[in-house]
């Protein structure tokens, strides 16, 4: 039996969700694999609960209540074999990932940034070796991304593109604009639908697919940054000034321009899409015109694809495709990576 202790910092919706399916699965887990995940902490921004020698079934239950452990020192003193998760979407857990590596522990993230922001800081964690830092869920949630472009690489494959559209929130809006519906008026269903962010410029700066990018990007070996992305934002840079409530009005001004837009790609057997391409040489997110027939054409609602084309996937492109987005295929994502991780820390 090899016992591998777990410290969950952002137990919000993925997180939540997570624990849940490990506790559900801990036995069988057990039975099956040898492996028994022992939660010793969990955080939120606000709540935190730490024992060393492992959190009780009513400690887990009971979170999050009672006064707050501290993070760091959670980190210093977890116990070895152990795995830190990291499912919030901020980018301060940045250093408590570091230290949990320099303890020897492992790490698994369904949040980007830790990954997108520096170059050097993206290095630091991977210098550690890929089954100490898992993030699967990072890009297309549970579909499997980032480990079958692993795969590819590791077997020595070379990759010429990656084409794809990772906002499911984009995707939706997109598929209803090829129905006719104004773009101010898409975003305005989707956001009564809790699709969008509380504030839809997060989906629609592009700024999240672009953080999906460059961590893909950096992944087949580009040295780039956030900035060095060529991203096209869905709105002017005028409208970042506005409220919410404001901006939401102001969209009707761009509705002419994207209908223009949808009906130019129609005349031509095409679709517009939201896209991300990489290239061992470029990344860039914005506005892009696919044939209709084609796999990234013929995506409807928020799925999302990852198309990629390789030296051995040259003629026919391997094609990833199915949610992603999503609380439980996530936390599923999230587990399978915290499973790998265990399973390679020696006995
Ligand atoms: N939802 C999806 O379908 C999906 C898919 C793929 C990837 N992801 C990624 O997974 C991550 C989590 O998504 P979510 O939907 O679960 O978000 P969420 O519900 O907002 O959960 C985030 C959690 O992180 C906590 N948190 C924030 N800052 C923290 C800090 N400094 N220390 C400790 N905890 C902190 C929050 O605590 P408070 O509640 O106290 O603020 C909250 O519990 C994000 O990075 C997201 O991009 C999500």
Redesign the pocket.
């Known amino acids: 039996m090899k016992k591998v202790h777990l410290l969950h ?7 939540r969700q997570t624990v849940k399916q490990i506790t559900v699965q801990r036995t069988a887990l057990k039975a099956a694999t040898g492996l028994d995940l022992v939660f010793c902490g969990l ?5 935190g609960v730490f024992k060393k020698a492992g959190l009780s079934k009513l400690d887990i239950a009971g979170f999050p209540n009672g006064s707050k452990a501290d ?1 760091k020192k959670a980190v210093t003193e977890i116990p070895l074999p152990f795995i830190v998760i990291d ?4 980018d ?2 940045l250093p408590l990932l570091k230290l949990a590596l320099k303890r020897g522990g492992s790490v698994v993230m ?3 940034k830790p990954l997108s922001g520096s170059q050097d800081d993206f290095d630091a964690l991977l210098k550690h070796g890929e089954n100490r830092v898992l993030f699967e ?2 890009v297309g ?1 549970g579909l499997p991304v980032i480990g079958t472009l692993a795969d590819l690489l590791k077997t020595g494959d070379d990759i010429e593109s990656i084409t794809g559209c990772f906002s499911g929130t984009l995707g939706y809006i997109f598929s209803q604009l090829q129905t006719g519906t104004p773009f101010s008026n898409a975003v305005k269903i989707a956001k009564s639908h809790g699709f969008t962010e509380p504030d839809p410029r997060d989906d629609l700066s592009g700024i999240d697919v672009t953080r999906k990018a460059v961590i893909l990007a950096r992944l087949i070996g580009q040295k780039i940054e956030l900035s060095d992305v060529k991203l096209q934002s869905l709105y002017p840079a005028a409208m970042a000034r506005l409220s919410v409530d404001e901006f939401m009005k102001a969209l009707t001004e761009l509705d002419q321009d994207i209908a223009e837009k949808v009906v130019a790609a129609k005349t031509h057997q095409k679709v517009l899409r939201y896209a991300a391409t990489i290239t061992p040489k470029q990344c860039s997110v914005g506005l892009e015109n696919f044939h209709i027939d084609s796999e990234i054409g013929s995506l409807r609602g928020p799925d999302n694809i990852i198309v990629i084309r390789t030296r051995r996937y040259h003629d026919n492109p391997l094609v990833i495709k199915g949610p992603g ?3 439980p295929v ?1 936390a599923a994502g999230v587990f399978a990576d915290i499973i790998k991780a265990a399973e390679a820390i020696p006995s």
């Open positions: 910092i952002g137990v919000g919706n993925v997180g955080f939120t921004n606000t709540a993070l499912t919030t979407a901020a301060m857990t369904s949040n980007k869920t990072t949630a987005a999503g609380v996530t």
